[in-house]
């Protein structure tokens, strides 16, 4: 599973987070310019929860074999950790598509 690295960013379509309802609209990564493909995980920016990339690139939620699959990575897990870590008024920009 893991996430797709998607390092300068890329406007998708408009979704919520499937875990707070938070509109995103873009992904970035770690350390590639990817896009994302239609069954990569993503976390939200706001709120950390797992979300997978349906076909046409907007979120929908994990099934159970993605929720388990995304527990036993450790890149997934370190970033739950994070995300919540990031003060608020700088995930509001990222989930805005600032750079």
Known sequence: MG???A???HMLP???CCECGHTLNAASGLDTTERPDPGDAT???NCAGLNIFADDLSLRAP???EKLAAAEDA???RLRTIIPAIPK???KGAAD???
């Open 75 to 77: 890149d997934l897990r």
């Open 63 to 65: 099934r159970a074999d």
């Open 14 to 16: 408009s979704s919520r």
């Open 7 to 9: 390092g300068d960013g």
């Open 43 to 45: 976390l939200c920016i």
């Open 97 to 99: 598509g600032a750079r």
């Open 89 to 91: 008024v700088l995930r």
């Open 3 to 5: 996430i797709k690295k």
